[in-house]
């Protein structure tokens, strides 16, 4: 199976930006997507973005969108998730998360596939 690792997490000023990565490593054969989640104090998980690697196609959340882009660096195995004006609501725990491979067969769409392999997490914080 896929194993996933998170790195770039810390503390920003309100307004400023952070890029989270999520490496991948393992069994990556059946690996055609990945979706980044996050869990702030109290609150249940949220799925915020998540990207198709044949297809390049993209999927954010109404709280993500304008602010947050996906992308994948195909060579390096590792997806990306660029956070802009971050905001201390965005404070939380970020983690990225591979689909189950038999939920990816019959749609190129990010967001329906079931989410199984989980990283470790990484910490933003948004505070001044």
């Known amino acids: 199976q896929v194993q996933l690792a998170e790195s770039g997490g810390g503390l920003v000023q309100p307004g400023g930006s952070l890029t989270l990565s999520c490496a991948a490593s393992?069994?990556?054969?059946?690996?055609?997507?990945t979706a980044w989640f996050r869990q702030a104090p109290g609150k249940e998980r949220e799925r915020i973005s998540c990207?198709?690697?044949?297809?390049?196609?993209?999927w954010h959340a109404a709280s993500a969108k304008g602010r947050f882009s996906i992308s994948r660096d195909n060579a390096e195995n590792t997806v990306y998730l660029r956070l802009r004006n971050l905001e201390p609501e965005d404070t939380a725990v970020y983690f990225c998360?591979?689909?189950?491979?038999?939920?990816?067969?019959?749609?190129?769409?990010?967001?329906?596939?079931?989410?199984?392999?989980w990283g470790q997490g990484t910490q933003v914080t948004v505070s001044s």
């Open positions: 990207i198709h690697f044949n297809s390049g196609s993209t």
């Open positions: 998360s591979a689909p189950r491979p038999a939920s990816t067969y019959h749609s190129t769409s990010c967001q329906v596939y079931d989410y199984t392999y």
């Open positions: 393992g069994f990556t054969s059946d690996y055609s997507a």
